[in-house]
């Protein structure tokens, strides 16, 4: 999932195929797009997509370009329409002294009016700035614009900047420059900022990122960010993954784009995940649901559980999927019984069924579940997460103690025994001996995988 930060779908270049345009992002996974006005027609325009569409919001501006309109009666009718529930942010204002198409004068004051309108409705900014690094910084300091914050769209600077730039409140926004040039200043940029700060953009119809315009495609379009996204996780060794959830996790924070209702069954990477439980018997410290409750724009934080009547009709027919996952925003055995029942249903329904668990079921149920887990399931993926009990107590911080390392091992075990096919898993992180614990997996016959950390 992917949140496209920046574009301008309302301009005439799409009059012909807006709709096929929005169709490809929404299956390129862009989750949410933020339309940028940039003068009274362009922010009434990007209203009328936000009205349309649910996953499309809007800002309210008027570009450092038209800047010499600005005077009392367009900052009312600006207001005005800023105050449009769709709206989340005001610009993009900032300035131009590449183009220099108002006077600077009068850039500097709409520039100033925008910032104290966003502090007067509590928006963040959506800055444009170009050849004036030392200006946009001033202004935003006298204004006191780190109180809203926003983006620097387009990143304009080298990692300084961008570090100043952070410190005053603001994310940074990177867009199809990145994919021009390898190991580049904004390369660097993307590697150097905080992550919590990096926001990706296509500022559509325009920078069309290097894949595409190789391929002939001059304007751009918001489906094209998934090359931005993979040219910042090489830049920045994240993986893609890694970069769609934190990149758009930090999108709805800087726009304040509401957490979507919570999800039961989620579909990725053509699989269905099953959200059952946010319950666990483990409090590992890399644990995903300490950091978040929205991954890839999901929100999984429960505030119930889920009947098997609910799951099973939120999966409709399995075999569209590759495979059912009851997986790990919690531990899907300390509910067996809603677990057995709905993995059953899918299997005799001609589905596959995976459980990634934290392999705690036969201590949570004070028996050898494994053989009732092989009906419901054809796999199970157990985070063994550690090549030694001390590693595993100190990371996983295990309820029942520091004998649940070994009862996972034997849960490996039993689950193989009952004809289970069983992977064991381990985080990527500094505390983990990685070659040891694959040791530890290969000699119980388990198969064994590295997640992400
Ligand atoms: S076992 Fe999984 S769900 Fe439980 S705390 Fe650890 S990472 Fe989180
Ligand atoms: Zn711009
Ligand atoms: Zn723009």
Known sequence: MLVDTHLHLDLKDYN???????????????????????????????IALAEKYDFIYASAGLHPHEAKLWNHSFEAELEELAQHPRIVAIGETGLDYYRNLSPKGDQIRSFRGQIRMAKRLGLPLVIHNRDALDDVLSIIDEEGAGEVGGVMHCFPGDADYAREVVDRGFHVGIGGPITLEKNGRLAEVARTIPRR?????????????????????RRNEPAFIVSVAAAVAEATGMSYADVARQTTGNAMRLYGIK?????????????????????????????????????????????REPSAKELLEAIGDPTRYGEVVFCGYGEPTVRLDVLLEVGRAVREAGGRVRVDTNGHANLIWNRNVAPELAEAADAVSVSLNAESAEVYERICKPSFGPDTYDHVKAFIRESLKAGLEV??????????????????????????RVRGG
């Open 197 to 217: 700060r990096l926001v990706l953009e296509t500022d559509s119809p325009w920078l069309t990122p290097q894949p595409q315009k190789g391929k002939g495609r």
């Open 259 to 303: 957490t979507p209702r919570p999800s039961i069954a989620y579909e990725m990477w053509g699989n269905l995940y099953l959200n059952i439980t946010n319950r666990c018997t483990n409090e590992c410290e890399f644990c995903i649901r300490y950091q978040t409750d929205v991954l890839w724009g999901y929100n999984l934080r429960l505030e």
């Open 16 to 46: 012909q195929d807006r709709e096929a345009v929005i169709e490809r992002a929404r299956a390129a996974a862009v989750r949410y797009m933020v339309n940028i006005g940039f003068d009274l027609k362009t922010t009434r325009g990007s």
């Open 423 to 448: 992977t064991a898993s381990v985080v990527s992180i500094p505390e983990v001996d990685i070659e040891a614990s694959r040791r530890v997996a290969t000699e119980l016959g388990a198969e064994f």
